[in-house]
T-cell receptor
Framework: EAQVTQNPRYLITVTGKKLTVTCSQN?????MSWYRQDPGLGLRQIYY???????DKGDVPEGYKVSRKEKRNFPLILESPSPNQTSLYFC?????????????FGQGTRLTVV | SQQGEEDPQALSIQEGENATMNCSYK?????LQWYRQNSGRGLVHLIL?????REKHSGRLRVTLDTSKKSSSLLITASRAADTASYFC?????????????FGTGTRLKVLA
């Protein structure tokens, strides 16, 4: 079954404690991206990756890091989380970054930073 | 920067009625997509419409695109309780030279049984 898998689904952490949210896709997609979703602000893109070892900033990259060492995995790293990073996070993948193919989304990670 | 803006923000209708939601965007696009999100879950792709297309259908869904007005609409006919969800449009940004998807803030649809 085609899917994007994020882990964990829920996470509560303390300010400053490094964390990683994993994302894996089984469709051999080249394009992967991370979004955060906040009430009233919709989905905002954090980082995206066109292919292995190729990443670029989205609209809200501050405080986040990503890596793309393998095609299937695109982890999101918060080196020093802060309360304003409390949000619902989604990973997505698609064949290309041209919006001419559908994107598949993970089920989301609800992060709370206290 | 917000490219897509959905309207209305919230919509409540009776089962069997049609639901129409709109998306406006600021700069020219190549493609526009609509997604559905059930409460707190991942987005699910509904339909893709390209800039050279004016209308597309998929089951009970009808999407139109008016590039002169920079707007798109999603019509759900004969709505069902299961259509209760948030609906988002997503656009690309070819003029920026980047490969970003830009989502709007969504329309929350509630279908009453």
């Amino acid at each position: 079954e085609a899917q994007v898998t994020q882990n964990p689904r829920y996470l509560i952490t303390v300010t400053g404690k490094k964390l990683t949210v994993t994302c894996s896709q089984n469709m051999n997609h080249e394009y992967m991206s991370w979004y955060r979703q906040d009430p009233g602000l919709g989905l905002r893109q954090i980082y995206y990756s066109m292919n292995v070892e190729v990443t670029d900033k989205g609209d809200v990259p501050e405080g986040y890091k990503v890596s793309r060492k393998e095609k299937r995995n695109f982890p999101l790293i918060l080196e020093s989380p802060s309360p304003n990073q409390t949000s619902l996070y989604f990973c997505a993948s698609s064949w290309t970054g041209l919006l001419n193919t559908e994107a598949f989304f993970g089920q989301g990670t609800r992060l709370t930073v206290v | 920067s917000q490219q897509g803006e959905e309207d209305p923000q919230a919509l409540s209708i009776q089962e069997g009625e049609n639901a129409t939601m709109n998306c406006s965007y600021k700069t020219s696009i190549n493609n526009l997509q609509w997604y559905r999100q059930n409460s707190g879950r991942g987005l699910v792709h509904l339909i893709l419409i390209r800039s050279n297309e004016r209308e597309k259908h998929s089951g009970r869904l009808r999407v139109t695109l008016d590039t002169s007005k920079k707007s798109s609409s999603l019509l759900i006919t004969a709505s069902r309780a299961a259509d209760t969800a948030s609906y988002f449009c997503a656009t690309d940004s070819p003029l920026s030279g980047t490969y970003k998807y830009i989502f709007g803030t969504g329309t929350r649809l509630k279908v009453l049984a």
